[in-house]
């Protein structure tokens, strides 16, 4: 076995991307403190053609060099906006028909392993501060809760690990 160069990879370009039929998924982010998470949201977004990605309340926008640090350019590729107030984006985005989802751990969420998913609907992922979680109006707000199963000793995950987990299980439900 030999690894593959990333001249060997079929990598599209930016153009190829913005061209490209995404996955029918949003990522909300709600006030992330780190600057190298907002980063990884956006490479882990490149990397399943997400739609878009929403920067809410105190999250830092592109351009920013802690961001590019770990989004390696994929500020570039994926579509981002700025939102201030993440419960109005919610409700506007409830309006245009996008089921929301918070990845939060709540009483009757549904575990992500647990989550069906229909092909035809668009999807509202929202992920929260790395202390405090999503904000509890936004919870309330969202059609569901998902939680990620977790069988350790601690209590919740790294948000951007979070974002990796979430996305590869919806990408593979939405396109598989």
């Not at 039929?21 to 982010?29: D, G, M, R, S």
């Not at 549904?110 to 109006?137: S, W």
């Not at 974002?163 to 593979?172: A, E, H, Q, T, Y």
Request: glycine letters at 6%; aromatic letters at 6%.
């Amino acid at each position: 076995m030999r690894k593959l160069r990333n001249n060997e990879l079929g990598r599209i370009s930016v153009d190829e991307f913005k061209e490209a039929e995404k996955t029918p998924i949003i990522v909300v982010l709600d006030n992330i403190r780190s600057l190298n998470n907002v980063g990884s949201v956006f490479r882990t977004s490149d990397a399943f053609l997400i739609e878009k990605i929403y920067l809410c309340g105190i999250t830092a926008t592109p351009p920013n060099k802690e961001i590019h640090k770990t989004a390696l350019g994929a500020t570039e590729s994926v579509a981002w906006e700025y939102v201030e107030d993440t419960l109005t984006l919610i409700e506007k985005l409830k309006d245009e028909g996008v089921k929301v989802f918070a990845i939060e751990q709540a009483d009757n969420s549904t575990k992500l392993n647990q989550l069906t998913v229909a092909k035809e609907e668009k999807y509202a992922i929202v992920f929260g501060n790395e202390v405090k979680g999503v904000q509890q109006e936004v919870v309330t707000a969202s059609h569901n809760c998902i939680e990620i199963p977790q069988l350790g000793t601690k209590h919740s995950l790294n948000i951007s690990v979070s974002c990796g987990v979430v996305l590869w299980d919806l990408f593979v439900k939405l396109r598989g």
